[in-house]
Every structure is written in C-alpha cells, then in structure tokens.
C-alpha cells in the first residue's frame, strides 16, 4: 500500500476518535488559560482528565505487539496531554490532589508508552513513533519531576539526530513512498517539540551533533525538498503529496513557528504568517514561540545517545 495510506478504515478511526478529542478538549482549554489566565479553564483541563485518570485501562491497558494503533494513539495523547498541562499545572487556584493524580497517570502511561516494543526488527524502534514517544517521556518527565525520564526523551533526540543520512533524510521516512516529505516533516515535529521543552528547562539541544548531523540538516534537507522535490527521487519515484500540508495553519507545520523563533531560520517565514494549533502539540505553537531567555553555561555534547 503506497505510503501506507489506503482507504481508512472505519474500525481504526472509530478507535482513534476518543484519543483525538480528548487531545482537543485538553489543549482548547490549555491554550485559552495562557491567553487569558483564567483559573476556570485550567481547572476545565484537569477536569476533562480525571474520568481518563479513573478508567483503569486508558492510556496504559495494552501491548505494543497486539496492539499497535492503540499504542501509537496513546503515545500521541500522553505527549499532548502532558504539554497541556505543563500548561496549566502551576495555576494556584487548581485542586492540587486532582492535578497531581492527573500527572500521576499520565507518568505512567509515559513509563508505558516508552517500554512497550515490538521487537528490534521493527521500524517503530528508529522512525517517527520512536521520535514521539521521546517527546511523551520529555514532555511526561518535566511534569512529573522525573528526571531519568526527562533525559531518556532527550537520549531519544539524540538518537534521532544521529539516524538521518548525509542529505538530512531519516531514511525510515524515505520509504513511505508519496508520503516521503509528509513524513519527514512529521518525524522533524517532535524533535522540535523535545528541544523547546530542553530549552526551556536550561538545556539547549537545538544544535545537538551526532554522527555529524543536527536537527537543522532535517529541517534544510524538508526546505530544500519542498523547493524541488525531486531531491527525494533518489529515495522512492513517487510524485510526493505535500501541497496540502503547505497551505496555511496546517498542522503538521506547527513546529515551524518553534523553530523559526528560536533559529531565526527565514526559510519558514511564509508558513507562520496565520496561527496554527495543532492538538498534538497541546495547540497554539503561536503562542508557545514567544522569546524566552536563553539557557546559560550548557554543555550540549554531554548527551549521550539512548542505548
């Protein structure tokens, strides 16, 4: 099936559909508390989460060989949800018991997400779902306070960083046929994501080597392909579908708001002309990118790869 992409199957988006809309429900509320400050929809976050905290099974009841799309979903969403409520989790007028049980769950689900495998011949264990469960054991450790999982998401940068060839491609995404630069633009999004989250806790990995290589070898190789994308023919002969993810607000393309702010790259300037929210991202990347102050005095090449 080119590009993994296929007629969807109704069972699977049936599935995925409670996994979306919490995603939607937590980073609408995590976005309108940033823009307004209002305690209300903080406590709307943490709210919308606790029957998700009560039902034993969510986020933590399955296993990655049996279950693949519950895994993946879950990845998503634990990476989401943490965000949000990296968000709102400091809001003094918040029920501190229900917003620590909150973060409780989903450091476990964290702890789940990133143990389950399957098996050391799967691509899972170097492509895209490997980068996003990074961000969900980033994202998961900063609320938890837990640093070896904060570091394994880090690790998990690394590690990522070091699996792209000479021209910047990863290679797993390569091979998705038509999807090639979709792909590569969705493994490039959390990577971003772990670096601002990094950033912001005192540590810049933005300009992280491995092997030779740093995230902005990704991010040119995506430029240089969407100017001429026949510099993926080396890689699959397919004509690539990524128009739709170039028009304006798209999703996939939220990271680039990130990185332009943070690099001050030019070549993603027409893209974050309109807001993007992008639910996997726990919304408003807009609102996200605005200046922090750099970290002082970090060593970026102590980061070692993950094992």
Not at 12 to 40: R, W
Not at 165 to 188: C, K, N, S, T, V
Request: a negative charge; charged letters at 20%.
């Amino acid at each position: 099936m080119s590009g993994s992409h296929g007629e969807l199957n109704p069972l699977e988006h049936q599935l995925s559909e409670p996994y979306y809309k919490i995603q939607e429900i937590a980073a609408q509320g995590a976005d309108k508390y940033l823009a307004t400050g209002d305690p209300a929809e903080a406590n709307c976050v943490i709210q919308a989460l606790l029957p998700w905290v009560q039902d034993k099974a969510a986020l933590l009841d399955y296993n990655a060989k049996d279950d693949q799309v519950v895994w993946f979903q879950s990845t998503w969403t634990v990476a989401s949800l943490s965000l949000s409520v990296s968000i709102i989790r400091s809001e003094p007028k918040l029920n501190i018991a229900d917003r620590d049980r909150v973060i409780a769950w989903l450091h476990r689900a964290a702890l789940k997400s990133v143990s389950e495998s399957r098996g050391p011949n799967s691509t899972t264990s170097t492509n895209n779902h490997f980068f996003w469960r990074g961000l969900a054991a980033t994202a998961a450790g900063v609320i938890s306070g837990d640093n070896e999982l904060f570091a394994k998401g880090v690790r998990t940068y690394a590690t990522a960083i070091g699996e792209m060839d000479g021209q910047g491609a990863f290679p797993d995404e390569m091979e998705r046929h038509e999807l090639a630069m979709h792909y590569q633009a969705f493994a490039i999004e959390p990577l971003v994501m772990i670096a601002e989250l990094a950033y912001r806790q005192g540590l810049n990995i933005y300009p992280l080597e491995q092997r030779g290589h740093r995230l902005s070898d990704a991010v040119n190789f995506l430029s240089r392909a969407i100017a001429d994308p026949s510099i993926v023919g080396k890689y699959t002969p397919e004509a690539q579908k990524i128009e739709p993810d170039l028009q304006p607000g798209n999703a996939l393309m939220s990271w680039t708001v990130l990185w332009a702010t943070r690099t001050g790259d030019p070549a993603w300037q027409k893209y974050i002309q309109m807001p993007f929210f992008d639910s996997r991202l726990a919304g408003s990347t807009t609102i996200f990118a605005a200046p922090t102050k750099a970290p002082a005095g970090v060593d970026i090449k102590s980061t070692s790869p993950a094992k």
